[in-house]
């Protein structure tokens, strides 16, 4: 596990020596993702390499996890495997990340000082499905289509009167 002097970095001096960050992390040590996760020793890892692609600071890799949540349909442990590719580019305005290339994803950095676990973290909770379920044959609850009842229409009774009225003239 990487120390934590090395979690908050300052992106742009690691893309002018293209650093890699490489790190198992501990679930249960982040901000939000506890909330979300069923508890139990859960861990991350990233790889994630800084560059320059000109004068844009780059970070291209992988965050890697298998978190194990609630199903919301049976309330039941589910593990989902996590893998989300990280393209981004690193900008200090929102003008900056305008510019950027459609495949980068823009990272807004103000100041010198970016926690990495942090971005991490924020990749794992977009790569989450909104509502995550276990596929329907693996659930502990049995979905059943209810049957429609017949019900009176209340203009049925229209229906029958113009068929006996016939045609008029």
Excluded: Y
Aim: charged share 20%; net charge negative.
């Amino acid at each position: 596990m990487l120390g934590d002097s090395h979690k908050v970095v300052n992106p742009f001096e690691w893309g002018e020596k293209g650093r890699l960050f490489e790190a198992c992390l501990n679930v249960a040590e982040m901000r939000r993702l506890p909330a979300i996760a069923a508890g139990g020793e859960q861990r991350c890892c990233a790889r994630i390499q800084f560059g320059k692609a000109g004068e844009l600071v780059t970070a291209v890799g992988q965050v890697c996890a298998v978190l194990t949540v609630l199903c919301q349909r049976c309330l039941e442990p589910l593990q989902l495997d996590l893998r989300p590719a990280v393209h981004w580019g690193i900008v200090t305005s929102e003008a900056a990340a305008e510019r950027l290339q459609a495949e980068l994803e823009p990272v807004i950095v103000t100041g010198q000082r970016a926690n990495l676990a942090e971005w991490v973290e924020d990749e794992l909770i977009l790569a989450m499905p909104v509502v995550p379920m276990h596929q329907p044959a693996e659930c502990a609850v049995t979905l059943t289509t209810p049957a429609v009842p017949d019900v009176d229409h209340p203009f049925a009774v229209l229906k029958s009167l113009v068929k006996n009225k016939g045609p008029s003239r």
